[in-house]
């Protein structure tokens, strides 16, 4: 049925992706590029979590993770790893200030990268699930903040620009939810990642919830010349057709061959229901490949496991033959030092934590003493957003407001939704409407980042984000910040409809609508007007709760409400003898 609804629209953007057209609008015109080929003291190795015995003796006609069959053939030469000083992160102040962000220094708190490298012969670049941060998002000030596609690609043009051989592999991942605006985000992300020369990409658990029309607009390989980067072992859109989803893929660069392929584990196969989708027991699949990709006599075999780590265990152990896997079930920060495990055949454990905040990169030298290295890097503020995925994204927020423009909310599969607090206290009436009874918390109000909170989405961004309901939602009155979605009456930014007495962070924000409450102070019913003003007031452990709907661990990681309540603390009494 949904492939009927969208058959056409998708080949036309098949025939767009694949023949040099454009993703978006013609108004908005992007060119689309395929990929193209194109700390400093020893530390010991530190095992995996990811704890695998002994794996019975298994042999194949590729020597794992060796650069030529002669080398890294035994766990005593491969473990001969060196890694750049990497200093741990340290929590720093966070201070509103623009002052105190300007001094922010991100080498100083992350340390410095490839200090002390020669050019490798090989460098693979990990990055693990955005999770639909295709950017930094938050309070904590853009400089302090890591992630965000714009800075990668800049990472990758300085790569490119020391001429190393670049092997890059995502894991997939981009999205975590869905809707009209995920499958927008999910292409505009493929087609940066198209523009960084991306290698390999794997298929996550949540952009397998997404239309598979909107899939296989990314994932159908249009000829040989040509292919798509997108991969799964054990999942096929619309069947297993190996030109609808590639089952590997295979890479050559400066003489090496790698081989990359991806799997979603049984467990996270239960959270998926899309009937468009086929998927397979992972272990099954992996074995009728491997003769395949064996055959390909690459140098090196990398799996993207998107599955818990119990279960990625269970699959590594099951082919010793994959020197690399690429844990997608990660701690929030990748480690400082690599994750090798030696029972049997040698085996690195990739992890990349969580949105897209860093990557890692596994580099391969001719040296005796120093064979392999390894990099944490953090996509900190040390990277300026390069300007190709910065105009990408400005397609991405044009194209918002285009189908907000058109059909409103619905166009982007949200809808409006009554208050919590609608039935008691009506619709939302704006914070001006409150300074004439409540001069004092009005004037802390307006001195506070709240008041300006609207200024960062139009001012500060770029390009404005002034139409996307994920940065809106913690920003105006009458949304609900954490699930994104407008209640009735509160801010819109539909064509014809804008509230703009509704923008930034406002009275109502915390207490709820304001509408009765300011109808029954003109009036004279004393018992209708003590009922309102008990309603409106906030506890001390309300509002803590209130706060933590927008500043929470994604957005203001380093949040502190005891700090921050002293700038925006207002209080005034329900009744005089109240403490």
Same mark, same amino acid.
């Given at each position: 049925?949904?492939?009927?609804?969208?058959?056409?629209?998708?080949?036309?953007?098949?025939?767009?992706?694949?023949?040099?057209?454009?993703?978006?609008?013609?108004? $908005?015109?992007?060119e689309l590029l395929r990929p193209q080929d194109n700390a400093q003291a020893n530390?010991?190795?530190?095992?995996?979590?990811?704890?695998?015995?002994?794996?019975?003796?298994?042999?194949?006609?590729?020597?794992?993770?060796?650069?030529?069959?002669?080398?890294?053939?035994?766990?005593? $030469?491969?473990?001969?790893?060196?890694?750049?000083?990497?200093?741990?992160?340290?929590?720093?102040?966070?201070?509103?200030?623009?002052?105190?962000?300007?001094?922010?220094?991100?080498?100083?708190?992350?340390?410095?990268?490839?200090?002390?490298?020669?050019?490798?012969?090989?460098?693979?670049?990990?990055?693990?699930?955005?999770?639909?941060?295709?950017?930094?998002?938050?309070?904590?000030?853009?400089?302090?903040?890591?992630?965000?596609?714009?800075?990668?690609?800049?990472?990758?043009?300085?790569?490119?620009?020391?001429?190393?051989?670049?092997?890059?592999?995502?894991?997939?991942?981009?999205?975590?939810?869905?809707?009209?605006?995920?499958?927008?985000?999910?292409?505009?992300?493929?087609?940066?990642?198209?523009?960084?020369?991306?290698?390999?990409?794997?298929?996550?658990?949540?952009?397998?919830?997404?239309?598979?029309?909107?899939?296989?607009?990314?994932?159908?390989?249009?000829?040989?010349?040509?292919?798509?980067?997108?991969?799964?072992?054990?999942?096929?859109?619309?069947?297993?057709?190996?030109? *609808? %989803?590639?089952?590997?893929?295979?890479?050559?660069?400066?003489?090496?061959?790698?081989?990359?392929?991806?799997?979603?584990?049984?467990?996270?196969?239960?959270?998926?229901?899309?009937?468009?989708?086929?998927?397979? @027991?992972?272990?099954?699949?992996?074995?009728?490949?491997?003769?395949?990709?064996?055959?390909?006599?690459?140098?090196?075999?990398?799996?993207?496991?998107?599955?818990?780590?119990?279960? %990625?265990?269970?699959?590594?152990?099951?082919?010793?033959?994959?020197?690399?896997?690429?844990?997608?079930?990660?701690?929030?920060?990748?480690?400082?030092?690599?994750?090798?495990?030696?029972?049997?055949?040698?085996?690195?454990?990739?992890?990349?934590?969580?949105?897209?905040?860093?990557?890692?990169?596994?580099?391969?030298? @001719? @040296?005796?003493?120093?064979?392999?290295?390894?990099?944490?890097?953090?996509?900190?503020?040390?990277?300026? $957003?390069?300007?190709?995925?910065?105009?990408?994204?400005?397609?991405?927020q044009k194209n918002i407001k285009r189908d907000l423009d058109a059909n409103g909310?619905?166009?982007?599969?949200?809808?409006?939704?009554?208050?919590?607090?609608?039935?008691?206290?009506?619709?939302?009436?704006?914070?001006?409407?409150?300074?004439?009874?409540?001069?004092?918390?009005?004037?802390?109000?307006?001195?506070?980042?709240?008041?300006?909170?609207?200024?960062?989405?139009?001012?500060?961004?770029?390009?404005?984000?002034? *139409?996307?309901?994920?940065?809106?939602?913690?920003?105006?009155?009458?949304?609900?910040?954490?699930?994104?979605?407008?209640?009735?009456?509160?801010?819109?930014?539909?064509?014809?409809?804008?509230?703009?007495?509704?923008?930034?962070?406002?009275?109502?924000?915390?207490?709820?609508?304001?509408?009765?409450?300011?109808?029954?102070?003109?009036?004279? $019913?004393?018992?209708?007007?003590?009922?309102?003003?008990?309603?409106?007031?906030?506890?001390?452990?309300?509002?803590?709760?209130?706060?933590?709907?927008?500043?929470?661990?994604?957005?203001?990681?380093?949040?502190?409400?005891?700090?921050?309540?002293?700038q925006i603390q207002h209080k005034e009494l329900l009744d005089p003898n109240e403490?």
């Open positions: 049925m949904r492939f009927s609804q969208y058959s056409s629209c998708c080949f036309c953007f098949v025939l767009s992706f694949f023949c040099g057209g454009t993703l978006f609008s013609q108004e $908005n015109k992007i530390v010991p190795v530190r095992k995996s979590p990811l704890t695998i015995s002994s794996s019975p003796s298994r042999t194949s006609s590729v020597p794992i993770l060796s650069e030529k069959p002669s080398q890294i053939s035994s766990p005593s $030469n491969a473990a001969k790893i060196a890694r750049t000083s990497d200093s741990p992160e340290r929590t720093s102040q966070i201070s509103e200030t623009s002052e105190a962000s300007e001094s922010y220094d991100p080498i100083a708190v992350n340390g410095e990268y490839f200090v002390g490298w020669q050019k490798p012969k090989l460098a693979m670049v990990f990055t693990g699930p955005i999770a639909g941060y295709i950017e930094p998002c938050g309070c904590a000030g853009i400089e302090q903040m890591k992630g965000g596609l714009s800075r990668r690609a800049t990472f990758f043009n300085e790569l490119w620009d020391k001429q190393w051989p670049v092997i890059a592999i995502d894991a997939g991942g981009i999205v975590n939810k869905f809707g009209r605006q995920q499958e927008m985000k999910f292409q505009m992300a493929a087609t940066a990642l198209q523009e960084m020369k991306y290698d390999a990409v794997g298929l996550g658990k949540d952009d397998l919830r997404l239309p598979a029309t909107e899939l296989l607009a990314v994932t159908i390989t249009a000829s040989a010349k040509n292919p798509s980067f997108f991969t799964s072992a054990n999942v096929g859109v619309f069947g297993f057709d190996p030109i *609808y %989803t590639a089952p590997y893929r295979v890479i050559e660069r400066n003489g090496y061959k790698v081989c990359v392929t991806s799997v979603v584990g049984k467990t996270w196969q239960s959270e998926i229901s899309n009937s468009e989708i086929k998927m397979a @027991d992972p272990v099954t699949k992996l074995k009728e490949l491997l003769p395949a990709m064996l055959r390909e006599k690459a140098h090196y075999m990398v799996l993207i496991c998107h599955a818990p780590v119990a279960e %990625t265990n269970k699959i590594a152990k099951a082919f010793p033959e994959f020197g690399i896997i690429f844990c997608v079930d990660t701690p929030s920060e990748p480690p400082l030092t690599p994750q090798v495990n030696q029972d049997g055949r040698v085996q690195y454990m990739i992890e990349t934590g969580e949105k897209g905040k860093y990557a890692v990169v596994l580099a391969f030298f @001719d @040296d005796e003493k120093e064979q392999v290295k390894y990099q944490r890097v953090a996509f900190d503020s040390r990277y300026k $957003n390069a300007g190709t995925i910065v105009s990408l994204m400005g397609v991405y909310f619905a166009a982007l599969g949200i809808r409006p939704v009554p208050a919590p607090e609608a039935e008691q206290l009506g619709r939302f009436v704006g914070s001006e409407k409150c300074v004439s009874c409540h001069e004092e918390s009005y004037r802390v109000w307006k001195k506070s980042k709240h008041a300006q909170a609207w200024h960062s989405l139009v001012e500060t961004s770029v390009p404005p984000r002034i *139409y996307d309901p994920e940065c809106v939602s913690c920003h105006v009155v009458g949304w609900n910040p954490k699930e994104m979605y407008p209640y009735i009456s509160g801010f819109s930014n539909e064509k014809e409809k804008i509230t703009d007495h509704l923008t930034n962070v406002g009275c109502e924000s915390c207490h709820g609508p304001g509408e009765k409450h300011c109808a029954a102070e003109v009036g004279s $019913n004393t018992e209708l007007q003590d009922k309102l003003r008990e309603t409106l007031h906030i506890t001390p452990s309300a509002s803590k709760k209130l706060c933590y709907m927008c500043h929470d661990l994604d957005n203001s990681p380093d949040f502190d409400f005891d700090q921050y309540w002293t403490e």
